[in-house]
Structure formats: C-alpha cells, structure tokens
C-alpha cells in the first residue's frame, strides 16, 4: 500500500520563478493538506483540500494556491517565488471523519535563490 | 489562537537513558487533539499518538508513553530506555475539530540525539 508521494523531492528557482509541487494521497485517503516547514521549525498550515475545493487556509498569501484533481491528487503553486519560500513543503493526507491522523509525505526541498 | 510550546530545542542522551520531552499548549476549544510525530532524517512526520480532550487517560506503547495533563495543558512524551534509532525530531501538535481533519498547529520540535 503506497503512502503519501510527493514529487520533486529537490528543487532549485530564482527569485520571482514560479513552481509547482505534486502530491498523490495514501490510497483511500480524501483529503490533502499542505504544509510549509523553514529550516528549524515546525509545519505550518497552508490550507487543505477536499472534494476539489479549498476547505481551510491557513495565514499564507494569495501567491500559494493549489487544486485537487478527482483522482484525490493535488498541486501546490508558489507564484513570484521569494527567498523566504525556501522551505521543505510537506504534503498530508486522510481520510474525512477518521479523527485527523495526518499520514505526510517525505516533502518537497524547495530553494529559491 | 492555539499555540504549542516546546520549551526544549535539544536533548543529547546516553542509550538506555529515559528521556522526557515537554509539551505545553494553548486553546479555547473545549474539545481539541494533541499530536506527537517524529521526523527523521528523511523528512517525513511519522505519526505517534492522538490524544482528545476528554481522555486524560496516560497511555503506554511499548518504550513510549505519553502523560496527558489537561490542569497544566501539558502532553509529555517520555521514552524509556532510549536506542539510537530514536534520534529524530519530536513536534508536538494540537487541532481543534477533526470531522474534517483540520489543520495541526504544531510546536517547534525537540531534537533528540541518543548516542552510544
């Protein structure tokens, strides 16, 4: 039973790049949560997804949105990237009305230079 | 708002050694979860333990045990006879409603180095 699956695991953009992060779920899992975790901190928030729709967001700027396809899969896109998104961009999924177990991905090492 | 402090930012201990790490949390809900994930190496947040706010019960998983303390708003995690593979950073995480697995506020990790 494959787990969470982000891709790419590594990636280099300059300043005012734009990117694009993927994610597929646990399988049977509905919902998709981003996260964006700074050297040395713990995850923060970005917003959750599920039947297609953003369902909550955390405090991040219009510059981070994302989309979930039918197949439970989603994109997080960084706009006008800054040298502050440097991040590792964590990805988690489950099920709705399963109590909240988060099952996270290996993330995204984002570095914007 | 709800706020996870974990006042510990590094741990070194001897193997075999018992090692506690601290939790503390603010929150208005009346009823809320509380999270601990590991995070190796590798980056992934493992999942430990969920904890909601009615059970106070203390709850034991092998060389894990967790003490659940709703009059100081605490949630320890201490690890009896501590091995080399627990080396990893620990964060302790708190959400409110979770009918639709909402977002975790998390703490800002305890690192944890077990050493021979």
């Known amino acids: 039973d494959a787990g969470v699956t982000q891709s790419p695991t590594h990636l280099i953009k300059t300043r005012g790049q734009q990117v694009t992060l993927r994610c597929s779920p646990k399988s049977g899992h509905d919902t998709v949560s981003w996260y964006q975790q700074a050297l040395g901190q713990g995850p923060q928030f970005i917003f959750q997804y599920y039947e297609e729709e953003e369902r909550q967001r955390g405090n991040f700027p219009d510059r981070f949105s994302g989309h979930q396809f039918p197949n439970y899969s989603s994109e997080l896109n960084v706009n006008a990237l800054l040298l502050g998104d440097s991040a590792l961009y964590l990805c988690?999924?489950?099920?709705?009305?399963?109590?909240?177990?988060?099952?996270f991905g290996e993330g995204s090492r984002l570095t914007v230079l | 708002a709800q706020k996870v402090t974990q006042a510990q930012t590094e741990i070194s201990v001897v193997e075999k050694e018992d090692v506690t790490l601290d939790c503390v949390y603010e929150t208005r809900d009346t009823t809320y979860y509380l999270f601990w994930y590991k995070q190796p190496p590798s980056g992934e947040l493992v999942f430990l333990i969920r904890r909601n706010s009615f059970d106070e019960q203390n709850e034991i998983s092998g060389r894990y045990s967790w003490n659940f303390q709703k009059s100081t708003s605490s949630f320890n995690f201490t690890i009896t006879a501590s091995q080399v593979v627990d080396s990893a950073v620990y964060f302790c995480a708190l959400s409110g409603n979770t009918g639709t697995a909402s977002k975790l506020t998390f703490g800002t990790g305890t690192r944890l180095q077990v050493t021979l």
């Open positions: 988690a999924s489950s099920l709705v009305g399963a109590g909240g177990e988060l099952f």
